[in-house]
């Protein structure tokens, strides 16, 4: 799939709430107790407290050094303390340190909504002399400056207090929200295994009868997935689906009703319309009207498409049902993969067995270590939060760029998605960035082997995609440059981009190699692999602007009538490629809304420049050190130093069109 909806980075919407420092960075134990977590993450908060009261006691002309620095030492502190807080409350074994991190999310979100609402701080800012600072400097403050205005710090007394009393309340939300589907695993019962026809013969074998002789599927990833696109039994497909598209309900109807009025009514303190409005202030698109405009542009391009794939999916059912005239949303999967097996001859288990885990690991490091100039060495003698959890360094020659860990395989209380989570920002001189990959594939300890879908592969190279862009951004002096700190609606594009060496038959030949012949991967396979990713990308595409309109216009008007429900049959309507499924709630379950809000139309506004940018590597081949070197300096490295736009520009020599993009979703584009 290039689309993946389930894979995201974790970021912060508040420049300022980007940094950190202090404890030995590459302390080896990495772990955590609940107790140690939250005395370390005490620790950061005071730190940075005693950090902020020092520039406010500045007597005197303001400067660079005496306002500027100090507040980035303390930013550094906040960094670390919400870059560790996240990435424990979702990936921790101990339900403890979860729970403890969770706290300390909130202690975090807390300082930084003080500090964005403080006055004193805002003063201090605006009156540092920085004329003859650099490039970076003119731009953290005009970043800093920018979102302290839509902090609300330039509002009243009464308002400021209302904002945080939103913000806090908001946090809870979102975590309630995200915490009632994480823990909202639910579950159908086969009767036996012929109910499981059609699937691979590993997930029988690990699907066994219980004592009660039934089997037991649940709406997990790795159970849900693979019955959706195999499993004969279309009454077992449809009672999962409805179990799928209820996890978080009933809860979440109210916990997202609440979320949705608080988030209006602090747009509305802050001068805004709506909330779509005031999100997008500090986003490439600019506004509400603009996203909904972008995603009518992009729904209409794919709607002649989307026809296509669906009359294809007919004829397909019309094999089980002669009388079938449409296509429903559970049976899409299901069709899809037949289509790709019988019209491109492509079955994605015949892919499987050159997609064992460490291989593919090990070739994503050759991969993306050959393109960059760069090189992974294992880090030994950690001591991590989980077994399974392995760390890494990334070199250029003798210099040491960062760190990550990668913690790839499912455990109970896990996030269940794909994202790359941050540990520390990297600044320049002071501490290397690093960075936590968490996905959900096979696990080699536990299965031998441990055999990838093509789609997981894709999914790690969009993740590492991620990953690089920290390590490489992460050697600035500031912190809310340094990183990921780019436009919202930009940060998929690199990890976009990464994903097209996974589609590629040469590429793929370096690493996809049988696990028990030693073959690599027959061109001709790759061939049929991309045809049929090709086949039902119009559906996909509409599907995704369902989810974009959705996350608008939840947004875009008064909450107090809104039924969420209502609203998202209407939009499945106008926008989804299969009609709504009664008795199923969605919204209850789709976690995006937490994180992005209003604005989920960033993954295909991201996708239309990673199309653009790379065409430059079309144009001579995909491993071109030229190519590839201003892509890592002008993209990667650049972080947040300039508006994306303009790094765009920089790397394309002009500004970016939807050429590359209409190209793509009409099927012209070169068969490699
Ligand atoms: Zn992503």
């Known amino acids: 799939m290039s689309i993946k909806r389930n894979a995201h980075i974790m970021t912060l919407c508040f420049a300022l709430t980007g940094m950190t420092v202090s404890r030995p960075c590459l302390a080896n134990n990495l772990d955590r107790t609940a107790d140690g977590l939250?005395?370390?993450?005490?620790?950061?908060?005071?730190?940075?407290?005693?950090?902020?009261?020092?520039?406010?006691?500045?007597?005197?002309?303001?400067?660079?050094?005496?306002?500027?620095?100090p507040a980035n030492e303390m930013n550094m502190h906040l960094d670390t303390a919400s870059e560790k807080a996240s990435l424990f409350a979702q990936t921790h074994p101990d339900e403890a340190v979860r729970t403890a991190a969770e706290k300390a999310q909130q202690d975090v979100s807390k300082f930084f909504t003080d500090l964005g609402l403080n006055r004193e701080l805002f003063e201090a800012f605006k009156s540092a002399d920085i004329s003859n600072a650099d490039n970076d400097t003119r731009r953290i403050m005009e970043k800093t400056l920018r979102d302290f205005r839509l902090a609300g710090v330039d509002r009243d007394d009464a308002t400021r207090k209302r904002i945080k009393q939103l913000q806090d309340e908001m946090v809870k939300l979102n975590q309630a929200f995200g915490k009632n589907i994480r823990e909202s695993v639910r579950s159908i019962k086969v009767d036996s295994p012929s109910d499981l026809a059609g699937l691979p013969e590993d997930y029988i074998e690990a699907h066994a009868p219980g004592d009660d002789g039934k089997i037991t599927i649940t709406t997990d990833y790795p159970d849900y997935i693979p019955f959706m696109n195999y499993a004969k039994s279309d009454k077992y497909r449809l009672a999962i689906y409805r179990e799928y598209r209820k996890r978080g309900y009933p809860k979440n109807l109210s916990v997202l009703s609440d979320l949705l009025t608080k988030r209006a009514e602090l747009a509305s303190l802050l001068g805004f319309d709506n909330w779509a409005d005031y999100?997008?202030?500090?986003?490439?698109?600019?506004?509400?009207?603009?996203?909904?405009?972008?995603?009518?542009?992009?729904?209409?391009?794919?709607?002649?498409p989307a026809e296509r794939d669906m009359a294809a999916l007919i004829v397909a059912k019309r094999l089980d049902f002669p009388d079938a005239d449409r296509i429903l949303d559970y049976e899409k999967g299901y069709y899809e993969e037949r289509v790709r097996s019988t019209k491109f001859d492509f079955d994605s288990q015949e892919a499987r067995p050159y997609f064992e885990f460490s291989r593919v690991q090990q070739g994503l490091f050759d991969v993306t270590g050959r393109l960059f100039g760069v090189e992974f060495r294992p880090v030994k003698g950690m001591k991590l939060w989980h077994k399974d959890v392995t760390a890494w360094d990334i070199y250029d020659g003798d210099e040491h760029i960062g760190r990550f860990m990668l913690d790839l395989h499912t455990r109970p209380g896990k996030y269940k998605h794909a994202a790359c989570f941050g540990y520390q920002t990297g600044i320049r001189g002071k501490r290397i960035p690093i960075s936590v990959l968490v996905c959900n594939f096979p696990n080699p300890r536990t299965s031998s082997p441990a055999l990838m879908e093509h789609s997981d592969v894709v999914t790690f190279f969009h993740e590492f995609g991620h990953l690089l862009h920290a390590m490489f951004s992460g050697h600035h002096d500031w912190i809310g440059i340094s990183g990921i700190s780019t436009e919202w609606d930009f940060v998929e594009a690199p990890s976009q981009m990464l994903e097209e060496w996974s589609w590629d038959a040469n590429v793929l030949r370096m690493f996809a190699k049988h696990?028990?012949?030693?073959?690599?991967?027959?061109?001709?396979?790759?061939?049929?692999?991309?045809?049929?990713?090709?086949?039902?990308?119009?559906?996909?595409?509409?599907?995704?602007?369902?989810?974009?309109?959705?996350?608008?216009?939840?947004?875009n008007r008064d909450p107090k009538s809104l039924d969420t429900t209502e609203l998202m049959k209407q939009l499945t309507d106008r926008y989804a490629p299969c009609d709504y499924i009664e008795d199923t709630y969605m919204q209850c379950s789709f976690g995006h809304l937490t994180g992005y809000s209003a604005i989920y139309y960033t993954?295909?506004?991201?996708?239309?420049?990673?199309?653009?940018?790379?065409?430059?590597?079309?144009?001579?081949?995909?491993?071109?050190?030229?190519?590839?070197?201003?892509?890592?300096r002008s993209i990667l490295e650049a972080g947040g130093a300039k508006p994306a736009a303009k790094l765009v520009e920089d790397f394309l020599g002009r500004e970016y069109s939807f050429d590359a993009y209409g190209k793509w979703l009409r099927g012209d584009t070169p068969a490699s």
């Open 279 to 304: 999100i997008t202030q500090d986003k490439m698109i600019g506004s509400a009207a603009a996203i909904d405009k972008f995603v009518n542009k992009i729904a209409e391009l794919a709607k002649a």
């Open 603 to 632: 993954y295909m506004w991201s996708m239309v420049i990673a199309k653009d940018m790379f065409s430059e590597f079309e144009k001579t081949t995909m491993f071109d050190p030229s190519v590839a070197k201003r892509y890592r």
């Open 515 to 555: 696990h028990e012949t030693g073959e690599p991967i027959p061109t001709a396979m790759v061939k049929k692999m991309r045809a049929a990713r090709d086949f039902g990308k119009g559906m996909q595409v509409r599907q995704q602007m369902f989810y974009a309109s959705m996350s608008l216009n939840y947004h």
């Open 38 to 69: 939250h005395q370390e993450i005490a620790e950061h908060l005071a730190a940075a407290q005693k950090l902020l009261e020092q520039v406010l006691a500045v007597k005197g002309g303001r400067t660079i050094d005496n306002t500027l620095r």
